[in-house]
Every structure is written in structure tokens, then in C-alpha cells.
Nanobody, 118 residues
Framework: QVQLVESGGGLVQAGGSLRLSCAVS????????MGWFRQAPGKEREFVAA????????YYADSVRGRFTISGDNAKNTVYLQMNDLKPEDTAVYYC???????????WGQGTLVTVSS
């Protein structure tokens, strides 16, 4: 059974940076498509970034492209989301997901809260 545990969230000022981590256990993350979604208060969960199985392709939401980078470390079996130039509208709970494709992520972590102050 694959388990995902996110960490790295916190409070940061606008323009700052954070790196979120998603520790994967049970199987290698490279066996899955992996992605990050976020959910702001009162809003639906939305796509942030993802890479396909074996990292062949990478995808980003328009709102984060050029500021966020998704990556993975096979040795640590961990997926990261580097977030730069953070904006107050990036405030949300960020969730790591795994699945057979980037549009069918169905295994989720518990989430980590990111708060960006203006």
C-alpha cells in the first residue's frame, strides 16, 4: 500500500520561497504519475503541477508556471515542489497525489498548509 506524507508548509511573506516534500513509502514513486494539488479556503481543489510515469512529461498550472518546479529524488523516494516568488493567492493546503496517469491521481497525502502573507 503506497502512502504519501507531505511536509514543508508554513508561513512565508510574499516574494518568499518554500519547498514542499512528499515522502513516498510502499513503492517507488517512479512507478506512478505524481502531482501536487492545492485547496484554498472555500474553493475547490485545483491542479498545481505533475509529472508523468518515469517523469517523461511535466505539467504546470498557468498560475504557477515559471515560479514552481516539481521534481523527484529516486534515492530518497521523495517528490518535491519548489515554490518561488510566492503570492498571497498561493495560500492553500497542498496535497501530494499518485496515480497511473496525471489525470487519474487517486492516492493522496494528508496535506500541508502554506500561508503567504502580503
Amino acid at each position: 500500500q503506497v502512502q504519501l506524507v507531505e511536509s514543508g508548509g508554513g508561513l512565508v511573506q510574499a516574494g518568499g520561497s518554500l519547498r514542499l516534500s512528499c515522502a513516498v513509502s510502499g513503492r517507488a514513486f517512479s512507478d506512478y504519475a505524481m502531482g501536487w494539488f492545492r485547496q484554498a479556503p472555500g474553493k475547490e481543489r485545483e491542479f498545481v503541477a505533475a509529472f508523468s510515469w518515469r517523469g517523461v512529461s511535466t505539467y504546470y498550472a498557468d498560475s504557477v508556471r515559471g515560479r514552481f518546479t516539481i521534481s523527484g529524488d529516486n534515492a530518497k523516494n521523495t517528490v518535491y515542489l519548489q515554490m518561488n516568488d510566492l503570492k498571497p493567492e498561493d495560500t492553500a493546503v497542498y496535497y501530494c497525489g499518485a496515480g497511473s496517469t496525471t489525470v487519474s491521481l487517486d492516492i493522496w497525502g494528508q496535506g500541508t498548509l502554506v500561508t503567504v502573507s502580503s
